[in-house]
């Protein structure tokens, strides 16, 4: 098989670049990917990316148990700046979570073949990164083993939630989220994991690869059915993916903060949690298949698709920063004005301009052909997005905070040791769950790639 | 050779799903009900080659959201209209406005849980143990082997000549599969 991923590969060859390469087989591609979760041999990359990554999860567990037995006191939030850390990251990893359901919801209903390779990886980063997003707000109501009066069920206190707020909206939409991702996920992963129950060699994986493909057998009236439903999650999960950031945006929206009380933030917030989250999975399948040898499964023409909605997504984001500002100056409502001014002068200036830089500029860089073919830089730039996403969130909830109504309410925010600590901790959470995923489950859809192959093909003039 | 055991049908082994599914034709035009394809991914024509057309899937899912969403909603409007009147700077008790986000998201809710556990249902699933997995080979099913069963339940099974019928269809091999 040809190398495809030189950066001196003719540009225009990739034009027609497949989503699989020539020359596989249902049994070489069932082979090749089972492999990777089958083998006996744990490469030692693995182990040094693992133990990092799980280093980092210990720094989250530390701080969480200091956290829990302290209180929120050790994270720099205060009044005014009662929401920062925990809502920047929360909604940071939230948006990530949502390329996942994009790639294997949206872009099936819209029969884009090229998802196959991707969707099974990108899922499983939506329940990480979902989980790691949870871990914020939970922790920020301070006694996080009461957080089940967040539900509505019967107490002895006698009280209810408070329906009308956006708060509650958002409990029930991230946990309908987390939920049905869960769902997708599994659902997807039955076929795969009965053909890694028929292909171990040892017992204990035979067992419990057994017991979790629930005993699929590849039955023709069984595939009718999953095919169905499969569909139908598809078509459940893109409204809900929208709704989701959709919902998150109101938690802001809905109230008065100048910064905040705008009517473009939904559109605006789902676009970049889309941004966020292709980058995300650019910065992991880049290393992925070099390190796993994938080049044939995930093609320069998935890193083509996934530069363009990353910059797609991009110029949506941008133009939501130029309407927010627009809209300060043309409210002529002396807050909102403040508040633009304040962004872009104020003593946050210096993470406005990075987040223009950084979301605004620098992507511009994915409409040559020649950058998208340069693994190298597409890596960084999804970096760059990732970091400017975060800038995003930074400036939305911070700066339209610290400068309160009232003078006399004004204050500044800068995080503790224990805000950075529980960040780089999540990451380090998201990391492991992520190895673990890769050493332990087909990192890419098998019977979804026998299904683009050519003789999965049923020849319609042979069999009648 | 008849196995001295009861027996579950029998079955047999093809390369690729053009003559699986041309075999589940040919053996549906001759009259056998009782037949199931195996492969290694859906193949449409399969299903409607062995005479299934249509599963009530959608329909339980329809009812699922409908009723996810009517919980939703109603659970809502009794809690903050009746169980709990809170006066939110002068708000109607009854702000249905306000309840839609929920009412959506219960209403996905129901119905992404019944599109799964009504699919596994139906299916069956899970089931550890079933006489398929007796053939032989019958691991490669979820690799790149193709698998048609007529079960003895058929009324019109016959060990020889469903047999003889089954070579027919130009298979690799003709399995007994054990009960």
Known sequence: MKEVDEPHDDVGMHLT???????????SVTDKISALA????TPIGWFIGFAISFALAQVLLLTIAYLVTTGIGIWGNNIPVGWAFDIINFVWW??????????????LLLRQEWRTSINRFAEAMTLFAVACAGLFPLLHTGRPWLAYWLFPYPNTMGMWPQFRSPLMWDVFAVSTYATVSALFWYVGLVPDLATLRDRAKSRVFQIVYGMAALGWR???????????????????STPLVLSVHTIVSFDFA???????????????????????GFAMVLTLTIPLRKFYGLEDFITMRHIRNMSKVMLATGLIVFYGYIMEAFFGWYSANEYEWYMIKNRMTGPYALYYWLLIICNGVIPQLLWSKRVRH???????????????????????IVTSLHRDFLVSSWGMYSPTIWDWSMFLGTIGLFFSLLFLFIRFLPIISIFEMRTILPEAEV?????? | MRTEHPIYGLMAEFDNPTDLVAAARRTYEEGYRRINGYSPFPIEELSEAIGFHHTRLP????????VGGLAGYLMQFYLSAIEYPLNVGGRPYHSWPSFIPITFETTILGAALTTVFGMLALNGLPQPYHPVFNAPRFALATRDRFFLAIEARDPLFDYEKTKQFMQTLEPREVFDVEA
Do not use: C, D
């Open chain 1, 254 to 276: 809905v109230s008065q903060v100048p910064g905040w009380h705008a009517t473009i933030f939904p559109p605006y917030f789902v676009a970049g949690a889309i941004y966020a």
């Open chain 1, 459 to 464: 020849e319609e003039e042979a069999a009648t």
């Open chain 1, 38 to 41: 089958l083998k006996r041999r």
């Open chain 1, 374 to 396: 340069n693994l190298a830089l597409v890596f960084i730039i999804s970096i760059v997005v990732s970091i400017g996403m975060w800038l995003e969130r930074f400036i939305i």
């Open chain 2, 59 to 66: 329909l339980l899912v329809l009812i699922g959201g409908i």
């Open chain 1, 218 to 236: 590849g039955s023709a009236r069984h595939w009718h059915r999953y095919e169905v439903a499969y569909l139908l999650l598809a078509g459940l």
């Open chain 1, 94 to 107: 939230i948006g990530i979570g949502h390329a996942g359901t994009l790639i294997s919801a949206i872009l």
């Open chain 1, 17 to 27: 670049s497949p989503v699989i390469e020539p020359g596989h087989t249902f049994a």
